[in-house]
């Protein structure tokens, strides 16, 4: 099955359960080879089952952690069952937003309010819970020890929670830009060209946060740059309309500007053509690229140049552009296909607009303005012309 943004159609697709014994609690995992049951569900009921059974919460109204959650380096984090995820919290917050208005429009709206009153809920409990001061945790360990606190001594601040705080859209906007520039001033080492996932890495501390800790300092999550994280925090600079910060954090992800000479060649050690999952952030390594062709930070990162930044975004049979450029980009070009019909998209972008308003917007379809900001997207295949006109603030 096939699905595109704003396409539900796939919701009422069939597919069956894997059948398995739990996992025991005194286990972390097991190896076995799963039957398929006999059971059938719609995909929309699949999605129901894994968000209800996902809404696990400890002693701070926050998920839990588990053996890990994005970071699977965490693994002893929450292993006793108590510890709770701050990152996770957002990341659900995003869930249940989303699926609230798929629920609606799929006719089931007690499942729509369920879904806004669990997001009401666990925001209180992320503001409650999971401000530090100046960034948000990023978890606390199963005896309550919070992990991403500046009163630590490793690990005070882990960037996707910050990160998320913005893409989830759930936490407070005064807070989420602190956090923000918390990421900025102390992960984003603009000497090195590299953006850390998290520091200082975890070395002698007592708390034991699971293998990651067996990775060198500065090395893949522990410290180094994890690209899918930093990608994130240049997505959460773009959602911020911080354009400045998300082009600059973009040009230090991207592998070509790690090889723009010999030395830099000399100091990176791999491909330059695709994306690594990390760079090392420490001495004797400092710069050095980890595991390449990463199709997990390939895949993101192309969501952040087509989505963030040219600011496509494409909602059943509507293509929607709104860019965040560089100050000193005239425009771009783009052609768009739409099954067999092809859309060319010129953005220009001009100065003039009063300072502190936001950029004005035009935008015409075959020469006729369309105030809803809309690219209607028909299928007739001919071709169709698309203007946008962004006029931003100063001369």
Known sequence: MSSAPGDSGVLGETAGFLAGRPVNP??????DLPEQSSELASLYEHCVRAIRHGLRFGTHGLPLIGSGDWNDGMN???????????????????????????????????????????????????EQHGWD?????????????????????ECRIDSISQSWS???GAADSKRARLAMQAVDERLVRRKDGLVQLLDPPFDKSQLDPGYIRGYVPGVRENGGQYTHGAIWAAMAF????????AWE???????????????????????PYVVAADVYALAPHTGRGGWSWYTGSAGWMYRLLLESLLGLRLEGENLYCAPCLPADWPGFAMTYRYRATVYHIAVTQ??????????????????VARSDGVIPLVDDQGEHQVLITLTMAGS
């Open 350 to 367: 001009v100065h003039g607009a009063p300072e502190g308003q936001g950029a004005a917007v035009t935008l015409t379809v075959d020469g």
């Open 249 to 271: 954090l973009t040009r230090m992800i991207n592998p070509v500007n790690h090889a723009l000479s010999e030395a830099g060649v000399a100091i990176y050690k791999t491909e």
């Open 238 to 245: 773009a959602a911020l309309g911080d354009r400045e910060r």
């Open 76 to 126: 002893r984090v929450g292993i006793g069952g108590k510890g709770e995820s701050v990152w996770l919290g957002f990341f659900l917050c995003d869930v249940l937003k989303r699926f609230s208005a798929l629920a609606a429009a799929h006719g089931d709206a007690a499942f729509a309010e369920f879904c806004l009153a669990e997001g009401a809920r666990l925001h209180q409990a992320l």
């Open 166 to 168: 913005v893409l989830s």
């Open 133 to 153: 001061g100046a960034w948000y945790r990023r978890a606390y360990f199963d005896d309550g020890t919070p992990l991403g606190t500046a009163s630590g001594d």
């Open 26 to 31: 005194e286990d972390d995992s097991y190896y």
